[in-house]
């Protein structure tokens, strides 16, 4: 019975006696106000619910497992040669290495054109830096006379005019790699003076003439096949800035007055006369001269390589040691070695204008490090103040290059200028116009991850990198050389862009009834509150 009582009693919709309401022209006014509010908020949240999913960004720990980062870059040295241009790569956690894999390099030209391959990035060919076979000191070489000719500004252009082949030694009193050359080079010298001496004599000979001691001096410096000479760099430091030159020992031939080329294959007296014999065929068509100062520096050097045998590619040994040790298979090793450098440096095409680009990509440690360009020689001293390391980016960017096609086709959903955040650096110029800078390069990372479009696990999100750029002037010792730096530094914030879906059908209808019965409720109010104040003002 008290049950029954209780279920009688409640009534959540009482209802008022028609006779106790009163319709207002303020009432009616505030109804037709409550409507249309409701109708515009009706609306905005239909709009709202039928727009699709939004963009989310989550910020958490980069918990990434991956332990390299993947580096791509596209970047011209303006002013300097793909002889020196090295990328190394060094690493907070310890490492440090010179990149020999995934990175090629392309010589250019003024315009910055590429004018063909140079090779991969790598550590430079180990040459030889002296001959071995001379054996004696340069006091000991000195004993009869310097054969090598010291020039400066005034005598290096008249030896231009005045011989038709003038090799050049340009270097340092402190380069290590110079002092070991010294006693090669005037060894090269003395063959060049016998190679005169006996031209002189057999055509004095032949015309039955006697010349004195004085008289044979001077007429072999007249008929010196090539004049072979030196430029002491500290001491005539303008003349090889014009030379341009930037590493030590730098050995250039000048033919006819003009440059021909710098000679980078093996210091040793045979093969830098074999070349020269190569060069007078390139130029005249036939070997003249230089055949005969060869053979010279055959019997000088008591060796017996003449110059068809050093064109031909050494025969592979017929006893074949798996373990490539045996004594044949060395020699073997060692003379495809010299005939490689060898056939590189008649193949050398040198351009006035010492441009590289590299490209490629790096792999670096989930830590901060750099990577750097420098100019960097073994069988070279580098020149601090002859060294401009400006730049140009191309490209640089961080991660697999893929998801930048699947950004733009608009596969994922980014933010406003996220390309743009990706690589912020391409196409910016870098130009050092004074010595001893260069351009240093910060770089904050910061590990981005998508929705993949293709799967529905977390795990296999897409991730990209953002960074962000700033650049720095770095001033350096005058016997630091400069080198174009590139920091980078892993945030370990990782943001996270997702897709999230604004309403379920369920939580639009909530907001429907929230909307109906919010905006009754409030104008109701409204109107509670306007009909005490008239009512008290009646009173």
Same mark, same amino acid.
């Given at each position: ?100 894999? !995934? ?132 001491? !005539? ?134 990577? !750097? ?167």
């Amino acid at each position: 019975m008290a049950s029954r009582r209780w279920a009688a009693n409640l009534d959540m919709y009482r209802k008022v006696p028609v006779d106790l309401l009163e319709g207002t022209k303020r009432g009616s006014f505030m109804s037709y106000f409550a409507l249309f509010i409701m109708f515009a908020l009706f609306l905005a949240e239909t709009r709202s619910f039928l727009s699709g999913p939004i963009l989310v960004t989550d910020l958490s720990l980069d918990g990434s497992k991956e332990k390299k980062i993947r580096v791509n870059f596209n970047i011209t040295m303006m002013d300097m040669s793909c002889d020196y241009a090295t990328v190394d790569l060094v690493s907070s956690l310890g490492t440090e290495q010179n990149v020999t894999q !995934h990175v090629t390099k392309y010589k250019l030209d003024a315009e910055g054109v590429r004018k063909g391959y140079h090779g991969r990035n790598k550590n430079q060919k180990d040459i030889i830096t002296s001959d071995t076979l001379v054996t004696e000191t340069l006091d000991e070489l000195h004993t009869n006379g310097e054969d090598a000719m010291s020039l400066d500004a005034t005598t290096f252009e008249f030896a231009l005019e005045e011989y038709s082949f003038l090799f050049v030694d340009f270097y340092a009193s402190w380069c290590s790699h110079c002092k070991a050359l010294s006693p090669t080079w005037e060894a090269l010298a003395e063959v060049m003076r016998i190679v005169a001496e006996d031209t002189v004599i057999s055509e004095s000979l032949e015309e039955g003439t006697q010349l004195t001691r004085e008289q044979l001096e001077e007429a072999h410096k007249v008929r010196l096949p090539v004049m072979v000479a030196k430029v002491d760099c500290v001491m !005539h430091e303008q003349l090889c800035r014009d030379q341009k030159i930037s590493g030590y020992p730098t050995l250039r031939l000048f033919a006819d007055g003009k440059f021909k080329a710098d000679y980078l294959a093996d210091r040793e007296v045979i093969e830098m006369t074999h070349w020269l014999a190569s060069v007078e065929t390139e130029l005249y068509g036939n070997v003249g001269i230089m055949e005969l100062v060869h053979n010279v520096a055959n019997e000088y050097m008591g060796t017996n390589e003449t110059l068809t045998s050093m064109k031909e590619i050494p025969k592979t040994p017929q006893r074949h040691d798996p373990a490539g040790k045996s004594k044949e298979q060395v020699e073997w090793s060692e003379k495809m070695s010299k005939h490689r450098r060898r056939t590189e440096q008649l193949n050398r095409k040198d351009e006035d204008h010492p441009g590289c680009n590299l490209s490629g990509f790096l792999w670096v440690d989930r830590a901060p490090g750099n990577f !750097h360009i420098q100019a960097r020689s073994n069988s070279h001293d580098i020149a601090a103040h002859m060294t401009n390391v400006s730049h140009e980016v191309h490209h640089l960017s961080f991660g697999n290059p893929g998801i930048k096609y699947q950004v733009e086709k608009g596969l994922v959903t980014y933010p406003p200028n996220f390309l743009e955040t990706m690589n912020p650096m391409d196409g910016n110029v870098y130009v050092n116009p004074n010595e001893h800078e260069a351009f240093h390069h910060y770089l904050k990372i910061v590990t981005t991850e998508f929705d993949d479009p293709f799967t529905n696990t977390k795990k296999n999100n897409l991730q990209a990198y953002q960074l962000q750029s700033n650049s720095q002037l770095s001033f350096y010792r005058t016997d630091i050389i400069p080198e174009a730096k590139f920091s980078y530094d892993p945030s370990p914030i990782s943001v996270y862009y997702r897709k999230k879906v604004k309403k379920r059908w369920y939580d639009y209808i909530t907001s429907l009834m929230a909307i109906i019965g919010g905006t009754f409720t409030l104008v109701g109010m409204l109107e509670h509150s306007v009909h005490a104040m008239t009512s008290k003002k009646r009173r």
